[in-house]
């Protein structure tokens, strides 16, 4: 007897994971003018979009490999630790970066000046510990001061915490917090709210120069069974990158209307116009971090470009 074999999943469902910051405003843009589902009548298909914001990379990743989202939004460092620990099976890779952002490591010690200044008394907050983009960037600069062999040396002065309550431990002290490794707006609202905190690091100076920190990444599976849908994606994003570059005002306004964030309109246009950020999909300068992860044994893969953990697509072809 002939057996029937099942459809794939009808295309048209995209589901999105989050986090905080303005990291985040190409799928705010995206999600709040509703280009995604634009696309993707240009491609037949109508897609239905759902947002969930989580902390922490590793909270991502389990929700990816769960199947309870279709795209992960989280920094580099998470992605390259999936795409080692799927390499073969599910083959998660980068859809795309969200920009280019320095990630500023704050202090309100007065003698932290440099990472070299840290003590036991020092606790530094990030969103997942030892893990999380920030954490690898730091273990990166620590590795670049102490050598490979102590690369973690700083990993037992940081506690998790989401950005928002990292950032509010900051300002106002008298916690355990007196250091903060964040993004944008949550690094800008930390130095504009204590006086005595101040910029100890940015990644772009251990990165050697302008880099994606936070990409979206997803299954092979997923990719392949809907080709569409991640075209649409995919154009949805390159349009938003282009719209908030034309209307940073606009994309302001779109950030503290979806996020409730507490960031002064202001402080947020002073992010989006700084020169240092760039809102671009190809990702740039992340090898040297998924390198020095091979190195110390974080993972297990050695990553010869960034061909090997993002999807071999067009607008990724610049990648680096």
Do not use: C
Request: aromatic share 8%; glycine share 8%.
């Amino acid at each position: 007897m002939a057996t029937t074999a099942l459809p794939a999943r009808a295309e048209g469902q995209l589901r999105i994971a989050e986090q905080f910051g303005i990291v985040y405003l190409l799928l705010n843009v995206a999600q709040d003018q509703k280009l995604i589902e634009k696309h993707g009548k240009a491609e037949g298909v109508d897609i239905k979009v759902q947002s969930v914001q989580l902390s922490g990379g590793p909270a991502i990743n389990e929700a990816l490999l769960s199947g309870s989202i279709d795209i992960a939004g989280a920094g580099v460092g998470p992605l390259l630790t999936l795409w080692d620990r799927t390499k073969g099976r599910q083959n998660v890779r980068g859809i795309a970066s969200l920009g280019n952002f320095p990630y500023y490591l704050t202090s309100s010690n007065p003698a932290v000046k440099t990472i070299a200044d840290f003590t036991d008394q020092d606790r530094i907050a990030l969103p997942a510990v030892g893990v999380s983009v920030q954490a690898r960037i730091l273990q990166l600069a620590s590795a670049k001061r102490w050598g490979d062999a102590q690369f973690n040396r700083l990993d037992k002065l940081q506690v998790a915490l989401p950005h928002p309550e990292a950032t509010a431990a900051l300002i106002k002290g008298g916690t355990e917090i007196n250091a903060h490794f964040g993004n944008p707006p949550f690094q800008e609202q930390g130095l504009a709210g204590n006086p005595h905190v101040h910029v100890v690091l940015n990644s772009y100076e251990v990165l050697g120069g302008p880099a994606s920190a936070t990409v979206l990444y997803t299954t092979e599976k997923f990719r392949n069974e809907n080709p569409k849908t991640y075209k649409a994606f995919i154009a949805a994003l390159v349009e938003a990158a282009d719209f908030i570059t034309r209307n940073p005002e606009r994309a302001a306004d779109i950030y503290l209307r979806n996020e409730g964030s507490k960031a002064s309109r202001e402080l947020l246009l002073k992010v989006i116009k700084n020169p240092e950020v760039q809102f671009k999909v190809a990702p740039q300068n992340t090898l040297a971090l998924a390198e020095f992860m091979h190195r110390v044994g974080a993972i297990k893969n050695k990553p010869t470009s960034v061909k090997d953990y993002f999807f071999d697509d067009p607008h990724n072809a610049s990648g680096s």
